[in-house]
């Protein structure tokens, strides 16, 4: 099992910048992938950006040249730095790992609100 909690979430005015963060209850070394989902009102939870265990980042489109995810293993935590907000990025964001043993396990944090004004 492993817990994750967000923070950082608020209300930020269109072109601002928030940073998330996910902390971890295990280790990131036991953690095969770790980033972020979000789902907007009346859409479905979509990827954000996602880090993978060998170091590679994937980034949805829309994101790409604003949001950058980066990670402290000796915290268990990611973070995820957003710049140039937009309206279109108000959603719930959810932290998401993922572990691989026998299965693949799927672990999700409660969510934390993001809201932009424009």
């Known amino acids: 099992q492993v817990q994750l909690v967000e923070s950082g979430g608020g209300l930020v005015q269109a072109g601002g910048s928030l940073r998330l963060s996910c902390v971890a209850s295990?280790?990131?070394?036991?953690?095969?992938?770790m980033g972020w989902y979000r789902q907007a009102p009346g859409k479905q939870r979509e990827l954000v950006a996602m880090?993978?265990?060998?170091?590679?980042?994937n980034y949805q489109d829309s994101v790409k040249g604003r949001f950058t995810l980066s990670r402290d293993n000796a915290k268990n935590t990611v973070y995820l730095q957003m710049s140039s907000l937009t309206p279109e990025d108000t959603a719930v964001y959810y932290c998401?790992?993922?572990?691989?043993?026998?299965?693949?396990?799927?672990?999700w944090g409660k969510g934390t609100l993001v809201t932009v004004s424009s």
């Open positions: 880090l993978g265990s060998g170091g590679s980042t």
């Open positions: 998401n790992a993922v572990v691989v043993t026998t299965r693949t396990n799927y672990y």
């Open positions: 295990k280790s990131m070394f036991s953690i095969n992938a």
